[in-house]
């Protein structure tokens, strides 16, 4: 007897389950990138761009472009999941590691604190431990999946924290200001969780 | 698509807005903060998706009204608005 011809045979090829362990909880994977800006999109010429590190007693360095995409590259691949529930798996990043900013910083004289703020343009703040953006957890990104990092993705540089909900990995990077007190960001001042991991489901205040 | 094209604006955030001041507020007019311009809480530029309402001055961009609805309650940040005139309402 024929199958019910209503039943599509796509149905039964579905793609499986993401792997056991590989999802947070309460998250689904996409294989899309969805977009989520808190406000317009900047497209800042790369000639007056920079980056900059400064300490609490306004010591700093500064990278132009050209000065920043000189340093060492690294390529990772990471999961990345957003706190309004995707997640996406195995994303490509081009960038520069935040160690490798960091120690120039610290050879300039730039003062280490235990926290950072990291500053975007349009305004966009958000706030995390040293200790989260050191030992090669933190990058700066400006390449995604073998291209220049595209506006609406944060391009020209963007944070990467993929172990953190991404909004952690502001876009539009235009410098980290470390501090010697934490300082929460736009969406931590608003009720959003002040850490963030994924794994233990941190998207609001008051979660665990 | 780019972001710009999938832009809402204030009247989408209406439900929001009703739910703190129990008052439709798509019709006050909000004055800036940044630029010192009025305009009805309706024609404001509303990102943020689906991580909260982030109302934007149509003039300077200025983050004007801000919501974000967690399981302890709603956070609303109006630093941005410096006076808002909300209408009578109908009698």
Known sequence: ?208 | MRVEEMRLDGNAAAGALREIFAHDMTTALVTCAGCARASPMGVLMNYGGPMGVILRCPHCDTVMLRIVSTPGGRYMDASGSSVMLIPERPT
């Open chain 1, 1 to 208: 007897m024929a199958g019910n011809p209503f039943i599509a045979r796509g149905f039964h090829s579905r793609r499986p389950a993401a792997p056991p362990g590989r999802l947070p909880p309460g998250q689904y994977e996409t294989r899309d990138f969805p977009v989520l800006s808190a406000g317009p999109t900047p497209r800042p010429p790369l000639a007056a761009w920079d980056f900059t590190i400064r300490d609490s007693e306004g010591h700093s360095v500064r990278w132009s472009w050209d000065d920043l995409r000189a340093l060492p590259r690294e390529t990772p691949t990471a999961d990345i999941h957003c706190v309004t529930k995707w997640s996406k798996f195995d994303t490509k990043w081009e960038g520069v590691s935040v160690d490798t900013l960091l120690a120039a910083a610290r050879s300039a004289g730039v003062a280490s604190n235990p926290f950072v703020l990291a500053v975007s343009d349009g305004g966009y703040t958000t706030n995390l431990p040293l200790a989260d953006v050191t030992d090669g957890k933190a990058w700066i990104a400006f390449g995604y999946g073998g291209e220049p990092l595209a506006p609406e993705h944060g391009g020209p540089a963007r944070l990467l924290v993929p172990h953190l909900y991404f909004w952690k990995s502001a876009k539009w990077i235009r410098g980290l200001r470390l501090l010697p007190d934490d300082q929460p960001g736009f969406w931590e001042q608003l009720g959003y969780h002040n850490y963030g991991d994924p794994w233990r489901e941190q998207r609001y205040q008051g979660d665990p």
